[in-house]
């Protein structure tokens, strides 16, 4: 299925086919405004790539990440939906925060966001340099993003209990009646901790 697809460089012509991926990956309330992905995109663009579709060049699914200064611990305003970037972000912070990903819905349970959050992570982490910790919030009933990120080697450092708005019962992603999120954590063993900085190949396609 992965031969269909491959990870590449997020750019603002993406972002009509990500904002589509957005809405349909995560209920209303918790949709952030396209803003914030230009933000991300502006601030820390080599963080933010695409799973393109070879034959459309259309993105599929989208990983983003924010580069921090520091560790902000359980503090649940530093990682709420919404947030401005860049007063967080240094370009030798060693945090890797990784914001938000999501897979087209047809294309779910086929191992491309599995593909899409190993090697993404990977090249990011490769790309940059000295990053020493991954950081991510989940919410608490999203059990293929809890899954995944645990075979991953994330472990959850902490419960934010009411991180998340109240979502409509029976809505797609809506996670019943729970609004708590998962603060889950992964420390790069200190032989992985990448040194080099490789810029990035750019690459741009229209969402038709
Ligand atoms: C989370 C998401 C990206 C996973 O993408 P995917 O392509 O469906 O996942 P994969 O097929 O690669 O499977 C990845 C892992 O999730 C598990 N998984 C997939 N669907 C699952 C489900 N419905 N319930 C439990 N686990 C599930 C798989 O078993 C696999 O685990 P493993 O690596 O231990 O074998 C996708 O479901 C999605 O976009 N969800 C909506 C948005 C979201 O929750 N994003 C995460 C925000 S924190």
Redesign the pocket.
């Known amino acids: 299925m992965t031969d269909r697809f491959h990870i590449d460089a997020a750019t603002v012509r993406d972002l009509p086919c990500i904002m589509a991926l957005e809405r349909r990956?995560?209920a209303r309330e918790i949709v952030e405004h396209h803003r914030v992905f230009r933000r991300r995109l502006a601030t820390f663009p080599e963080g933010f790539l695409v799973l393109r579709d070879d034959a459309t060049r259309r993105a599929r699914g989208y990983l983003v990440t924010e580069r921090w200064a520091t560790d902000p611990d359980v503090d649940p305003a530093s990682y709420a939906l919404g947030h401005h970037p860049a007063p967080r972000y240094s370009p030798s912070g060693p945090v890797l925060y990784v914001a938000?990903?999501?897979?087209e819905p047809a294309l779910?349970?086929?191992?491309?966001?599995?593909f899409l959050f190993r090697e993404g992570r990977a090249r990011i982490l490769r790309n940059v340099g000295g990053i020493e910790r991954e950081l991510?919030i989940?919410h608490d009933a999203?059990?293929?993003?809890q899954?995944?990120y645990a075979?991953e080697g994330f472990v959850v450092r902490a419960v934010l209990p009411a991180f998340f708005p109240a979502v409509a019962a029976g809505r797609e992603?809506a996670g019943g009646s729970s609004t708590a999120a998962l603060l889950m954590e992964r420390n790069l063993p200190r032989n992985e901790v990448a040194t080099s900085a490789n810029p990035l190949p750019a690459a741009a396609f229209p969402c038709p």
């Open positions: 990956g995560f938000s990903m999501t897979i779910r349970g086929r191992r491309l966001g599995a991510l989940v999203w059990q293929a993003a899954q995944l075979s992603s």
